[in-house]
């Protein structure tokens, strides 16, 4: 290899709210590396890759490097692509072209599958490569870290809208009596979970929280949602999109095959509308449905300032793996013991990470299986980096009645 090597790196699936800031830490850390020659961008992920669709990014200028840090989705460009092992060969055949040494790929568990089947076919044509997953995904579902930049971020935008949203039904309670808010998350509940985080005081919203760890019973949503609008008189109801009931059917998906995903799987949304449907229907309560879809993930200005550090922090050390020579392996973050949160990052082999999906643990999901448990606020809440907007109650000072009614 030669004493300075060609980098490559691209960003893949859903953007989020802190990727760039990653890339950010990468074309930094690049740019002062001795080692590293040409950093060279990847437009829309291996999807540019295949047609040499690539940026010098020695070349942006420096008060756009400046800014990336701050700037929500994917600067480079997405995307979401089923890789053959004939792609893989063709992306050999341009690395070697492009003199590239470094591979570096944002991603989730897809985008790390892609980095381990890129790094066997290296080794058997015997061309040298120090390819490197940096995570990222607002699922949360990565195994082998405490958590994956995009995740703390996601969830600070929802406990903020969730909050707000809170006020708003119960505000209005009279007329609208349930509102059921939809999250992503198409295999697990992190993201819907976070939305517990709302909560300032007792009985404040959201008062039901529904993850796809357990499979949906309507008797018992209906039970639950009954119960808490007997006490309360309102309900706030929070669903992840990819509920599923006891069969494994999904509560709402598309059938249309132009909906489905490269990989096959179907676009999931319309959660919310059908436990509406459900409640009104078997409960004759009237239920209305916020789905915030993709905004969510990309909020720049309800970033949480510990993701958008980490995700940094995770971009930087990317670049010093491959530069030390570390290859088939992710960057992950480890949780630092003590009363403060701290954080480090350090590198787990990528055959311990592709092909497995981090769920929720059942310690964090109440028994009741309609909530989270105190243990998983507790692992969230240093992630958010910050309070939430807190907002003021009028006392209940009420003015004595001067005439009797019935």
């Not at 989020?16 to 930094?28: F, M, P, R, S, Y």
């Not at 579902?141 to 707000?164: I, K, M, N, Q």
């Not at 005081?201 to 929280?209: M, S, V, W």
Request: aromatic share 4%.
């Amino acid at each position: 290899m030669a004493a300075r090597s060609n980098l490559i790196v691209g960003q893949s699936g859903g953007p989020t709210a802190v990727i760039n800031a990653t890339l950010a830490g990468i074309i930094e850390t690049a740019a002062q590396s001795e080692s590293v020659g040409e950093i060279i961008g990847m437009r829309h992920g291996v999807q540019g890759l295949l047609k040499e669709d690539l940026l010098d990014l020695r070349r942006q200028p420096p008060e756009v490097l400046l800014r990336l840090r701050d700037t929500p989705s994917a600067a480079l460009g997405s995307s979401r692509m089923n890789v053959t092992d004939e792609d893989l060969t063709r992306m050999v055949e341009i690395l070697r072209a492009h003199d590239v040494h470094h591979f570096l790929y944002i991603g989730g568990e897809g985008s790390a599958n892609v980095v381990h089947r890129l790094g066997h076919i290296v080794r058997d044509v015997r061309y040298e490569l120090r390819a490197v997953a940096v995570p990222k995904t607002i699922d949360n579902d990565l195994v082998e870290t405490d958590h994956c930049p995009g995740y703390p971020s996601v969830a600070r935008w929802l406990a903020v809208a969730v909050r707000e949203a809170g006020l708003d039904t119960e505000a209005i309670g009279v007329v609208d009596t349930v509102k059921v808010i939809e999250t992503m998350g198409r295999d697990t509940g992190w993201i819907a979970a976070g939305t517990a985080l709302a909560r300032e005081r007792e009985g404040e919203a959201p008062h039901l929280i529904y993850l796809p760890e357990r499979a949906f019973d309507q008797d018992r949503m209906l039970a639950d949602v009954s119960r808490v609008h007997r006490e309360l008189g309102h309900v706030v109801v929070v669903v992840s999109e990819g509920l599923k009931d006891s069969r494994g059917t999904y509560l709402s998906a598309s059938e249309r095959a132009v909906d489905r995903d490269p990989v096959g799987r179907p676009q999931l949304g319309g959660t919310a509308q059908a436990v509406c449907d459900i409640i009104a229907l078997r409960l004759g309560l009237k239920a209305r449905f916020d789905k915030p879809g993709t905004i969510q993930r990309v909020s720049s200005i309800m970033a949480s300032p510990v993701d958008r550090d980490e995700a940094y922090r995770a971009g930087v050390a990317g670049v010093k793996a491959a530069g030390d020579g570390q290859t088939d392996v992710m960057v992950a973050i480890k949780r630092q013991a003590g009363r403060e949160y701290r954080s480090t990052m350090t590198l787990v082999p990528l055959g311990q990470v592709v092909g497995r999906v981090r769920t929720v643990p059942p310690d964090y999901i109440a028994d009741t299986g309609n909530d989270v448990t105190p243990k998983f606020v507790s692992y969230l809440a240093p992630l958010l980096g910050g309070m939430l907007p807190s907002y003021p109650r009028l006392a209940d000072a009420r003015v004595p009645r001067k005439l009797t009614t019935n």
